[in-house]
């Protein structure tokens, strides 16, 4: 008897239109999902009374438990993404009302999706980061800080801080503060940040050959 072969669903998309002309929808729900929050204003964002696990969805620190879902919005704030396409439309229509907002949430298999965003650069726009994975996504829609930190979440910031690696002379993760360009990305580890964005390139170039990821980095 043969043996039926089970077609896989369509992957569900969010479609979240602020007007007719202004409308967020990748293929990946949880870019739209906090690309939505990241046009928020801080004081919107620290408002939000959304729960993960009994966290705030939304904080100014990375949670050890939650670590590989916390995703930088900016101005030190992040958000917890440990939730499927049906949750994250449930927190943005939650997120609509309680900051009585007034874009339209839409959950579907048929949308036309976006291409992630590529920054085109301009003589007066600043230098952007690029990153190409393995997996063929980008990850570049954000400021160059923002990059830089997701590259290495996607690297392994427990693989890199068992390494011990070391950049421009200084320790890439140290259990407590040393410099003034560390962020805090987890207990007893303190992520060094370069100031200027070609030393962000300069560093993932390295950090990427170093830990054979396979990245593919670009400065736009």
Not at 53 to 63: A, Q, R
Not at 71 to 100: A, E, H
Request: aromatic share 8%; hydrophobic share 35%.
């Amino acid at each position: 008897m043969a043996t039926a072969i089970q077609e896989r669903s369509p992957k569900k998309m969010l479609k979240v239109s602020f007007a007719e002309d202004d409308v967020i929808c990748y293929k990946n729900a949880t870019e739209t999902f906090v690309e939505v929050l990241s046009r928020l204003t801080v004081e919107q964002l620290e408002s939000i009374k959304l729960e993960i696990g009994h966290l705030p969805m939304i904080s100014k620190e990375v949670y050890p438990k939650f670590k590989e879902y916390m995703k930088p919005l900016g101005n030190g704030l992040f958000v917890n993404i440990q939730s499927d396409t049906d949750q994250k439309y449930i927190q943005l229509l939650s997120i609509k009302q309680q900051l009585n907002l007034s874009y339209k949430v839409e959950k579907g298999t048929d949308f036309l999706p976006m291409r992630s965003k590529v920054v085109q650069r301009t003589k007066k726009s600043k230098e952007k980061l690029l990153v190409k994975l393995p997996s063929g996504e980008y990850l570049g829609n954000e400021n160059p800080i923002d990059t830089f930190l997701n590259t290495i979440w996607e690297i392994g910031i427990e693989e890199i801080q068992r390494q011990g690696l070391e950049l421009g002379g200084k320790k890439l993760i140290t259990t407590t503060k040393m410099y003034n360009n560390q962020i805090e990305v987890g207990p007893h580890q303190w992520l060094t940040v370069p100031n200027q964005t070609k030393d962000k390139y300069k560093w993932l170039r390295v950090i990427s050959a170093m830990m054979h990821s396979n990245m593919e980095i670009s400065l736009l």
